[in-house]
T-cell receptor, first 111, second 116 residues
């Protein structure tokens, strides 16, 4: 069965600092991976996705993620965070007609 | 193109009642999925519909049901509500182009259900 682990429940970074959110997946075949962001009281917004090809994928809002098959990881990065990036971030793997999500990482930004 | 819409956005019900939530997918999208989000359990898959047929179902009791109409709009129903059903219910749509695993799901804003 597919599973996703986000080891960090809560991360705090200063505005302007770099960010890396970790995601590890378990999936028997080629994984299709996603990162979504959720602001308080809102639905999920797609940041980026990996289906195949280049292992470094670019997304919206300046985010990127790197797929590493050997480490079963799909970490999300941003070189310089903005206060508006404060939100909850979810990593997901595509299963049969469904997404399997990690528990999420809540990001707090210090001014 | 309009995004996924869900109605109502907020609901308050009492235990034992039933509730129906509605989801309109992005125009042209044929697959609709439902997820439940709670602080304790996170995001959990409820079911997925394509062409008015349920293709996949998560591990939820039979009190949770859904359907899809010919215009791809979907509804989910929860009968005999319990306190633990309080959650954010999210609907997502995708094209369902035939390459089932290479689908991107786009989410609506959710319906916040509070059961008292």
């Amino acid at each position: 069965a597919q599973s996703v682990t986000q080891p960090d429940i809560h991360i705090t970074v200063s505005e302007g600092a770099s960010l890396e959110l970790r995601c590890n997946y378990s999936y028997g075949a080629t994984p299709y991976l996603f990162w979504y962001v959720q602001s308080p009281g809102q639905g999920l917004q797609l940041l980026l996705k990996y289906f195949s090809g280049d292992t470094l994928v670019q997304g919206i809002k300046g985010f990127e993620a790197e797929f590493k098959r050997s480490q079963s990881s799909f970490n999300l990065r941003k070189p310089s965070v903005h206060w508006s990036d404060a939100a909850e971030y979810f990593c997901a793997v595509q299963g049969a007609q469904k997404l399997v999500f990690g528990q999420g990482t809540r990001l707090t930004i210090n001014p | 193109k309009a995004g996924v819409t869900q109605t109502p956005r907020y609901l308050i019900k009492t235990r034992g009642q039933q509730v129906t939530l509605s989801c309109s997918p992005i125009s042209g999208h044929r697959s609709v999925s439902w997820y439940q989000q709670t602080p304790g359990q996170g995001l959990q898959f409820l079911f997925e519909y394509f062409s008015e047929t349920q293709r996949n179902k998560g591990n939820f009791p039979g009190r949770f049901s859904g359907r899809q109409f010919s215009n791809s709009r979907s509804e989910m129903n929860v009968s005999t509500l319990e306190l633990g059903d309080s959650a954010l219910y999210l609907c997502a749509s995708s094209l369902a182009s035939g390459r089932a695993l290479k689908e991107t799901q786009y989410f609506g804003p959710g319906t916040r259900l509070l059961v008292l």
